[in-house]
């Protein structure tokens, strides 16, 4: 089966590279490097698993800038583009989600659109009545940052928005191409899936918003916070996961799935999901606070990506304390060996570590990471269980 897949991010590359073991698949982007790597069997992103099957494995996977080439005689034409927040029109912009559609529409094809880009409840329908289209459906992703081709290989379940044998036929390529045997799968129409999605996404921001709250609470009174969180997690109704407070939930889908679905509450009564919202910036504010009382005249920053294994900082929550210790005029400095530059964000980058250990009177660091287990002194975190 040939499959073509739009949008070369960690969902789209992680999909194609996990079907391509299968199947026939041709990935479509519009940036030069990102398919002259794929081709070359490079990942554009840091994936470990990725890498190594990129590497190591027979894929019947290539990479093409001609969406023409891409997108013909494919039964199903994946499509993994970003859709970011836009909060002028509080919605996510879906204008690459479309232009692929009209693209699609335009060569005449028959074949089956499945959208994995996170979208907002209702896009589907909105999609077939504007378009006159019924070969579309939502199949939203799960996936973490780093861990997309693993959380493709072992997933949670696998969401597909449509009841149809072309549905199930989606579900089992998924299905066929993973590791794990035992895989829940549930069909329902795309509006339900949707919701999924951002449901799921709001409630992972609830509960790092959760800890991060009961953290702040332990810092501000001088309580054991690690205690505390043990404490409440031998709940098994509650559990001990997922719970390691931080600097604020960042990343390219949290903070914009939670934007979105309370968007969708506009005309419905709610008082937790605007909160979660809100939550979020209220720990920024008190972790540059804490900094603040501190009066350092230089703060350092280690790592703009917060995740481990990670080369994503796109909204990342540090970017937000950054912003915040500059309108008080501290000195920010910036250790991201990813970064081949020498500013971000008006804030110089340092990519010697000892020469940036020695610029900064305090250096905040989400994760902790042993290259930092010299300046003990210096390290401001609030990472309690030294994982993600």
């Known amino acids: 089966m040939k499959i073509a897949i739009a949008g070369m991010g960690y969902v789209g590359l992680s999909i194609a590279t996990l079907l391509s073991q299968k199947n026939e698949v041709v990935a479509f982007d519009i940036l030069p490097e990102k398919v002259n790597m794929i081709n070359n069997r490079i990942s554009?992103?840091?994936?470990?698993?990725?890498?190594?099957?990129?590497?190591?494995?027979?894929?019947?996977?290539?990479?093409?800038?001609?969406?023409?080439?891409?997108?013909?005689?494919?039964?199903?034409?994946?499509?993994?583009?970003?859709?970011n927040y836009d909060d002028i029109t509080n919605q996510f912009d879906t204008s690459s989600v479309e232009d692929v559609i009209q693209k699609i529409i335009a060569m005449k094809l028959d074949t089956t659109i499945v959208i994995k880009?996170?979208?907002?409840?209702?896009?589907?329908?909105?999609?077939?009545?504007?378009?006159?289209?019924?070969?579309?459906?939502?199949?939203?992703?799960?996936?973490?940052?780093?861990?997309?081709?693993?959380?493709?290989?072992?997933?949670?379940?696998?969401?597909?928005?449509?009841?149809?044998?072309?549905?199930?036929?989606?579900?089992?390529?998924?299905?066929?191409?993973?590791?794990?045997?035992?895989?829940?799968?549930?069909?329902?129409?795309?509006?339900?899936?949707?919701?999924?999605?951002?449901?799921?996404?709001?409630?992972l921001a609830l509960r790092i918003s959760y800890f991060n709250e009961l953290d702040t609470y332990a810092e501000i009174n001088n309580l054991n916070s690690k205690d505390i969180i043990e404490g409440v997690g031998l709940d098994p109704r509650i559990g001990n996961f997922y719970?390691?407070?931080?600097?604020?939930?960042?990343?390219?889908?949290?903070?914009?799935?939670?934007k979105q679905l309370l968007a969708n509450y506009s005309k419905v009564p709610q008082n937790?999901?605007?909160?979660?919202?809100?939550?979020?910036?209220?720990?920024?504010?008190?972790?540059?606070?804490?900094?603040?009382?501190?009066?350092?005249?230089?703060?350092?920053?280690?790592?703009?990506?917060?995740?481990?294994?990670s080369d994503n900082f796109r909204f990342s929550a540090i970017q937000g304390i950054i912003e915040r210790l500059k309108d008080n005029n501290i000195d920010v400095y910036i250790y991201e060996p990813i970064l081949n530059k020498h500013t971000f964000n008006d804030c110089k980058v340092i990519s010697d570590l000892a020469e940036f250990k020695n610029t900064s009177d305090i250096v905040l660091v989400n994760r902790m990471d042993d290259s930092l287990s010299d300046i003990q002194d210096k390290i401001y975190t609030r990472d309690l269980f030294n994982r993600d």
Request: proline share 4%; charged share 25%.
């Open 272 to 309: 937790l999901i605007g909160a979660i919202v809100q939550s979020n910036d209220t720990r920024k504010n008190h972790i540059s606070n804490m900094i603040l009382q501190k009066q350092p005249k230089s703060v350092g920053i280690y790592r703009l990506a917060m995740k481990k294994d």
């Open 44 to 83: 554009p992103i840091r994936d470990n698993e990725i890498e190594e099957y990129l590497k190591n494995e027979e894929l019947n996977l290539r990479a093409t800038l001609d969406y023409t080439d891409a997108f013909k005689n494919a039964e199903y034409i994946i499509i993994s583009t970003p859709t």
């Open 243 to 258: 719970n390691n407070p931080s600097f604020g939930y960042g990343g390219y889908c949290l903070p914009k799935d939670t």
């Open 117 to 203: 880009s996170t979208i907002p409840v209702g896009f589907i329908n909105y999609i077939k009545n504007k378009y006159d289209i019924n070969n579309i459906f939502f199949s939203p992703e799960f996936l973490r940052e780093g861990k997309a081709l693993y959380d493709n290989l072992y997933p949670s379940r696998i969401i597909v928005g449509e009841k149809s044998e072309k549905a199930e036929i989606f579900a089992n390529l998924l299905k066929e191409s993973a590791l794990k045997e035992d895989i829940s799968i549930k069909y329902m129409n795309s509006t339900e899936a949707e919701a999924v999605k951002l449901f799921s996404n709001t409630y």
